[in-house]
């Protein structure tokens, strides 16, 4: 089993030789506006337009989108809508209040499971943000043992980017 390395830097830019895949959470509503995605989008149109073209998105599933030669994207659906202001959520059938937030942590360790098969088949490396942790609203104490016991535990090389500052969320 590999260690999950953690490295302050820039998600975008895979600090790594060889096959990579970026990883990253995103809902099932086909929303693309907010959090790391715009980072992604900067650098690459590829994933925004396949996220939204993709109407099958469900809460586990995992679209992998190539960006460059050995370079891909993956699209893990493991939000269930998005959250607005005051305690509420957005969803497919109309805003609810919530107090549970949108990251759903069965659909990540599915989608996990997915990436790791990906990942083994491309030998490629995994890297990321602090996924569901930002506006997904997840724990890092219930996702890291998620990506440790899939991605690690398989022998995939991960690591988990913190962008400089005070704020280690998903971005």
């Not at 900067?42 to 995992?62: C, H, I, Q, S």
């Not at 989108?65 to 269930?80: D, E, I, S």
Request: net charge neutral; with cysteine; glycine share 10%.
């Amino acid at each position: 089993m590999l260690e999950l390395t953690v490295l302050t830097g820039d998600a975008t830019d895979p600090q790594a030789q060889g096959p990579r895949i970026i990883a990253h959470v995103c809902n099932d509503i086909g929303a693309w506006g907010r959090g790391f995605v715009h980072a992604l989008s900067r650098r690459w149109p590829g994933p925004e337009r396949e996220f939204t073209r993709w109407r099958a998105a469900r809460l586990g599933a995992l679209q992998l989108v190539p960006v460059a030669p050995g370079l891909w994207v993956a699209n893990m659906v493991a939000q269930h809508g998005i959250a607005v202001r005051g305690g509420k959520v957005r969803t497919a059938t109309g805003i609810h209040d919530s107090d549970v937030p949108p990251i759903r942590y069965d659909a990540v360790r599915e989608c996990l499971e997915t990436l790791t098969v990906h990942a083994r088949e491309l030998t490629a490396s995994v890297h990321m943000p602090r996924i569901g942790c930002g506006v997904a609203g997840g724990s890092w104490d219930r996702i890291e043992p998620l990506i440790v016991s899939t991605l690690c535990a398989g022998d995939i090389a991960t690591t988990v980017y913190d962008l400089p500052g005070p704020d280690v969320t998903d971005r």
